[in-house]
């Protein structure tokens, strides 16, 4: 069992930037692939960026390639999701999720991901 918290949503002006981290702990959680997910009031949760257990591979949807960055700090268990030039149509609740393929790269449906945090709130003014 992999546990997950993420934390860093606030409420941010457009053009501005957010981390968000995501801590792991659990048996295992190492070896685990960490997505980071969103989902918009009416909106289906969609996939947001990927990185592989090793941290060595990386994975991100259209909308946010080139502004978003993940990483993925092996000795405290923490994921990491940079935000850069945040648009209104960023605010959404991000959720942190693992995956037990930990060295698949191109996973970004939400049904591979067998556990999931709680969740944290981002809102992008205009």
């Known amino acids: 069992q992999v546990q997950l918290v993420e934390s860093g949503g606030a409420m941010v002006q457009a053009g501005g930037s957010l981390t968000l981290s995501c801590a792991t702990s659990?048996?295992?959680?190492?070896?685990?692939?960490i997505g980071w997910f969103r989902q918009a009031p009416g909106k289906e949760r969609e996939f947001v960026a990927r990185?592989?257990?090793?941290?060595?591979?990386?994975y991100y949807a259209d909308s946010v390639k080139g502004r978003f960055s993940i990483s993925r700090d092996s000795v405290n268990n923490t994921i990491y999701l940079r935000m850069n030039t945040l648009k209104p149509e960023d605010s959404a609740v991000y959720y942190c999720?693992?995956?037990?393929?930990?060295?698949?790269?191109?996973?970004?449906?939400?049904?591979?991901?067998?556990?999931w945090g709680q969740g944290t709130q981002v809102t992008v003014s205009s």
């Open positions: 659990g048996r295992s959680a190492s070896s685990y692939a």
């Open positions: 990185i592989t257990s090793t941290g060595d591979s990386r």
């Open positions: 999720a693992a995956d037990p393929w930990g060295t698949m790269v191109f996973r970004p449906s939400s049904t591979t991901y067998h556990h």
